[in-house]
T-cell receptor, first 115, second 114 residues
Framework: DTEVTQTPKHLVMGMTNKKSLKCEQH?????MYWYKQKAKKPPELMFV???????INESVPSRFSPECPNSSLLNLHLHALQPEDSALYLC??????????????FGPGTRLTVL | DQQVKQNSPSLSVQEGRISILNCDYT??????FLWYKKYPAEGPTFLIS?????DKNEDGRFTVFLNKSAKHLSLHIVPSQPGDSAVYFC?????????????FGQGTRLTINP
């Protein structure tokens, strides 16, 4: 089983709203990732969590705030977003945490529209 | 600066023939390479991977070849089937600050014609 789940599937929010994206995996994976994908572009890494600690932040604006409450759950808190932040947000996980390369398994994504 | 390049935005192949998708990379720190298949508005689905210590990996109809000296990899699909029609992304992995970073190519849209 290589399932990563993401909720909600679709989200529409105004620029003053606060919302959160949720990602879950129950495969015992120790690394979790957030990616952003714009139309007709490849996924771009935003954040990496390894053993529930933030390991990589790809200079993402502070209006995106990640959180990893436990090893199975990853959240992305959104506040004061801009219309250009509209995109498909993908979560991924991989088995090993630090100092190893591994296959990343992706969730279905959350389609975010900022009005 | 694109570290991973897929120079063919699209490829059209007859059903039953071989599909060959290509990918080039520039960073010697990449040590693990993956191919993903993606449908619109869905997450990428893992297909096959290869470590930099190998030059070939096979899984059913899918084979990935790696030429480290040329910094080039390719995905072969034999025989091609209509269900293979999708966008294929090549991804390269490196360890940054102890954590894995994946860099994706721009993707190649594969269309299998009946």
């Amino acid at each position: 089983d290589t399932e990563v789940t993401q909720t909600p599937k679709h989200l529409v929010m105004g620029m003053t709203n606060k919302k959160s994206l949720k990602c879950e995996q129950h495969m015992g994976h120790r690394a979790m990732y957030w990616y952003k994908q714009k139309a007709k572009k490849p996924p771009e890494l935003m954040f990496v969590y390894s053993y529930e600690k933030l390991s990589i932040n790809e200079s993402v604006p502070s209006r995106f705030s990640p959180e990893c409450p436990n090893s199975s759950l990853l959240n992305l808190h959104l506040h004061a977003l801009q219309p250009e932040d509209s995109a498909l947000y993908l979560c991924a996980s991989s088995l090993r945490g630090r100092f190893s390369t591994d296959t990343q398994y992706f969730g279905p994504g959350t389609r975010l529209t900022v009005l | 600066d694109q570290q991973v390049k897929q120079n063919s935005p699209s490829l059209s192949v007859q059903e039953g023939r071989i599909s060959i998708l290509n990918c080039d990379y520039t960073n010697s720190m990449f040590d693990y390479f993956l191919w993903y298949k993606k449908y619109p508005a869905e997450g990428p689905t893992f297909l096959i991977s290869i470590s930099s210590i190998k030059d070939k990996n096979e899984d059913g109809r899918f084979t990935v070849f790696l030429n480290k000296s040329a910094k080039h990899l390719s995905l072969h699909i034999v025989p091609s089937q209509p269900g293979d029609s999708a966008v294929y992304f090549c991804a390269a992995s490196a360890l940054i600050q102890g954590a894995q970073k994946l860099v994706f190519g721009q993707g190649t849209r594969l269309t299998i014609n009946p």
